[in-house]
């Protein structure tokens, strides 16, 4: 009875974590002109790729007519190579977000987080022959990043992704689509250039309902849609500079 209170303890406590962080606002650096009379979004989707919910997204991306960046965990391509190709194949950018998904892994050291990267670009190039450079920290940057790990990333090659807007279906996956729509909205309406945290693992068929009226809401407002990729400029938790 003890571990059990203990284990349910430690899952609420774990939850109360990636909830601060999937909702927090802080300053950004944005080397983006979020000043430009162009208003563009650019929709990410994290945690994929999965079978049936990622597949049902880019149905939903190309019945309207829009791109995305899927931003995938390293030991789910190998077994969802079709799914990859598909990303890929129909326009889609593709960017790397850790190879584990496991917090205690990843942010063992600098050292344990670029192999975790690095192992996630070594899957995708062995399915689509690219190497992607653009990353996205689990759970955000922020805690994790700093001046000079920044320059030991940009050394290697990747640029850093967090967001300005999200939803939280990657913490309470079951949350009704108008809900998740009105979180989209209300957390991007200060930016012209909206940086949109979604997931498409398997748990977010939630998402994949929400993600029509979210899409119609953009277009109704002028944005125009783009993908991130090594020319995007990059958009991360600010950090302090020594």
């Not at 929709?43 to 991306?61: E, M």
């Amino acid at each position: 009875m003890k571990n059990k209170v203990i284990s349910f303890l430690c899952f609420l406590v774990t939850g109360f974590i990636f909830y601060t962080l999937s909702t927090y606002e802080p300053n950004y650096v944005a080397k983006a002109d979020d000043s430009s009379s162009v208003k563009t979004i650019y929709l990410t989707f994290d945690d994929g790729p999965s079978y049936k919910i990622t597949n049902q997204i880019l149905d939903v991306l190309k019945e309207k007519d829009v791109k995305a960046t899927f931003f995938l965990i390293g030991n789910k391509v190998k077994d969802r190579g079709e799914i990859v190709k598909r990303i890929y194949n129909e326009g889609h950018s593709i960017g790397l977000h850790s190879y584990t998904h496991k917090m205690k892994l990843i942010y063992k050291s600098e050292e344990a987080f670029i192999e975790e990267m690095k192992k996630t670009e070594d899957a995708v190039y062995e399915v689509i022959g690219i190497r992607p450079k653009i990353i996205r920290f689990p759970g955000g940057s922020i805690g994790h990043l700093d001046e000079d790990f920044h320059k030991r990333l940009h050394e290697l090659g990747y640029k850093v992704f967090d967001w300005n807007a999200r939803i939280s279906d990657g913490y309470v996956p079951s949350k009704a689509p108008d809900v998740l729509y009105k979180e989209a909205i209300k957390t991007s309406k200060k930016w012209n250039t909206v940086f949109l945290l979604m997931h498409c693992s398997e748990t977010d068929k939630n998402t994949v309902k929400a993600l029509p009226r979210i899409i119609d809401y953009f277009k109704d407002k002028g944005y125009v849609f783009e993908t991130i990729d090594e020319k995007t400029p990059e958009y991360y938790f600010k950090y302090k500079k020594r």
